[in-house]
């Protein structure tokens, strides 16, 4: 997985090594566990998808920005695996999910990782987490049609949100927040759930 997402352009050596060594196949059934490290997203229930290694290595790289960052935000927490790595290349870690019964598993998966520098929260992510704001990045795993301002009022001066943005088409985009305001830069295309709004209980 790792020679093949070099391959593909991944050039930080940090997500590299940091992906070598989370185990992919646990974040899925066990039905789909041969499948873990191939580069396809599969399915994780509540018609959900775990992203594929590529963009996980891609939307990672571009939010360390080659620096190690402190506290980060993630919307859409899902199986959990985009939240280990994040785990390892931030500070701390805050994840928002809407969907109850996906965190409860995700949960028990980051536990037994001993992976203890995350904080999950049961939520409409859109809102973000204003009590532990500012954060340094936020990464939003679920696709929007609008840049969600409230989010990027939670982003330090300096720090950036990297998101897929678009209708139809959709496009990863990352906004920096610098002293001025905000600057856009529009990537490559790519395919994600939409981010809904509200939360599932059960
Ligand atoms: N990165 C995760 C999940 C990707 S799927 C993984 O790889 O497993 C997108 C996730 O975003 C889903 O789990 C979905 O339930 C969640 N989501 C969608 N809208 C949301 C919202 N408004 N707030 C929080 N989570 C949301």
Redo the contacts with the bound molecule.
Sequence with gaps: MIERLRTLGIADEVILSVMSAVPRHI?VEEALASRAYEDVSLP?N?G????SPWI?ARMSELLRANSDLGKVL??????????AILAQIAQKVYS????GP?LTRTRIRLQELQIRNVHMRH????RGLAEAAPFDGIIM??VTTHVPILLLEQLVVGGRMVFPKGTQKQNLCIIERNSQGYTETILEEVN??????GVVKK
């Design positions: 974040f994780i509540y959900q998808t775990i992203s996980v993630e919307i859409g927490t899902g199986c959990g695996y985009q939240t928002i999910e809407r969907v996906l939520a409409d992510g859109l795993t679920a994600f759930v939409p981010l809904l709004s």
